[in-house]
């Protein structure tokens, strides 16, 4: 019975795959040494310098986002990593994790603004975020393994991949939850196209958006640690390591490192998801057609460096004196 309605979906697939690995290798290979390059840079970046140092920019951000209290617990946990010797593991699971969400973001953005003004690309795109978000994860290692081979490459690829759909559903969410009459305001007052979106319907949208990233933070760091199965190293590493030797101290802290780098991500990226009130002004300046204070200073500004410019007629109120002098009757 099986083996009347046996689909040989596996074996296409595993096909497709090999058929690209052999058409697209030199492009395969391009992005591994691009990726490894931008990776390299990166985890060097982090630890090199004193663990202090990196603490200290960790806390700028954190107290940039939210404030004080904020910083501290950055500090307080940042020295826990430190403290369980899992520093330099913890700094290359960072550098993985801002790499594959910067690129994921890079990509998810513009797809859901494009989604969500165009109806065809999104109904296109919702079976495919679907299939994206609902395969398991351990799914993606396998092609990227053999496209990749062994290494932090395909663990940034899967990472990449699994962590793409909710930033593409919450920008479109975002951008089509703005008011319509709002946008109908700014097209009344003559904006175009394009002021409206980066001056009305981007800022407006942004708690979506930004819950968006932060949720491709998040699946990031969880896919890393999964990614430490194909050799990704870092804490992931650590994990898989403690797994198979059954060290449960090692597991405890390595677990606890990502704990903390995750609280850290989430709570600095829902800081930024608040509207700045300079943006705020501008989105209420566009729709009700007046430049904001700054725009408008420096318009004042260049007009008074061009020089007045040549008046034309003035209008003269009805009842106004006349500025004739009528000869005197005699």
Request: overall charge negative.
């Amino acid at each position: 019975m099986n083996d009347v309605f046996r689909l040989p979906l596996g074996d296409v697939v595993e096909t497709a795959v090999r058929w690209m690995i052999d058409v697209l290798g030199g492009f395969f290979d391009v992005v591994a040494l691009v990726f490894n390059g931008l990776y390299g840079w990166l985890d060097a970046s982090l630890s090199t310098p004193p663990f202090w140092v990196v603490i200290l920019v960790i806390a700028a951000f954190a107290y940039w986002s939210k404030g004080m209290l904020l910083a501290i617990g950055s500090v307080v946990g940042l020295l826990v990593i430190v403290a369980v010797g899992q520093w330099s593991n913890a700094m290359d699971s960072l550098a993985l994790v801002i790499l594959a969400a910067a690129v994921a973001i890079a990509i998810a953005v513009p797809l859901g603004i494009w989604a969500a003004r165009n109806d065809r690309v999104s109904a296109a795109l919702r079976p495919v975020l679907d299939f994206l978000q609902t395969m398991p994860a351990f799914v993606y290692l396998i092609p990227a393994m053999l496209i990749f081979g062994v290494g932090p490459v395909p663990g940034m690829v899967a990472t990449i991949v699994f962590a793409l759909a909710p930033g593409v559903r919450l920008t479109e969410l975002g951008i089509r939850g703005v008011d319509p009459e709002i946008v109908e305001a700014g097209h009344a007052f003559g904006a175009s196209p394009g002021r409206i979106l980066r001056q009305i319907q981007l800022p407006l949208a942004l708690p979506s958006i930004m819950a968006g990233v932060n949720q491709v933070i998040m699946l990031s760091l969880s896919m890393v640690v999964i990614a430490g199965m194909v050799g990704a190293g870092g804490l992931g590493g650590q994990v898989v390591q403690s797994l198979s030797r059954i060290d449960i101290g090692l597991g405890v802290e390595a677990g606890l490192s990502v704990v903390i780098l995750a609280m850290i991500l989430d709570r600095v990226t829902s800081g930024f998801s608040t509207p700045r009130p300079r943006t705020a002004r501008r989105a209420g300046a566009v729709v009700s057609g007046t430049p904001d204070v700054e725009t408008d200073a420096a318009r004042r500004g260049s007009v008074d460096a061009e020089g007045p410019a040549t008046a034309g007629p003035a209008s003269v109120p009805d009842d106004a004196p006349s500025a004739r002098h009528e000869p005197a009757h005699v």
